[in-house]
């Protein structure tokens, strides 16, 4: 969306994070995210100028995407995940470049962002020599956290849920 957006192909936007669940509440952030535009690295905010968007519609419809492809297909989204499962494994294997990251589901415990301990979370990370770290130092302001925080409780409360009914069984 952010590469159709500003007439670039996708291979020119990196650092564009998911955080969070694969959900409607997964948030998609671009506030570290760069674009390369007439062979200069700036920043999304930067190049598109439009804070509304980034801020409504783009993180709408990304949430909103697996949904999207069911209803478009009458069918299922798997290939989606398909293809999101050979990119994590490409990512894994081959690493990423210098100076850009992925977002990968990894478990939340002693992460740097404040998302509490033993969920499954969605995070930026590297990868190098087969081995993921998360990323760290990126700085989180008051919109963000709000949308972190609220994907973080969704994935605590389906957690507690899989608990009780494993518990019943």
């Not at 963000?144 to 009780?164: C, G, N, Y």
Request: aromatic share 8%.
């Amino acid at each position: 969306m952010i590469a159709l957006k500003l007439g670039v192909t996708s291979d020119d936007v990196k650092n564009v994070i998911i955080w969070g669940n694969h959900s409607s509440t997964q948030y998609p952030d671009v506030s570290h995210a760069k674009v390369k535009l007439q062979g200069k690295e700036v920043g999304v905010y930067d190049a598109l100028k439009d804070d509304s968007w980034l801020k409504g519609e783009f993180i709408t419809t990304v949430q909103q995407r697996g949904a999207a492809v069911i209803k478009a297909r009458k069918l299922s989204s798997a290939m989606s995940a398909a293809k999101a499962i050979c990119d994590h494994v490409r990512d894994i294997w081959f690493g990423t470049p210098e100076g850009e990251f992925v977002s990968m589901g990894i478990i939340s415990d002693g992460n740097p962002y404040g998302v509490p301990d033993d969920l499954l979370y969605s995070f930026p990370v590297t990868i190098k020599n087969k081995t993921w770290k998360v990323v760290e130092g990126l700085t989180i302001n008051d919109f963000s956290r709000e949308k972190m925080d609220l994907t973080a409780k969704e994935l605590a409360e389906e957690k507690e849920t899989a608990f009780e009914f494993l518990s019943s069984a």
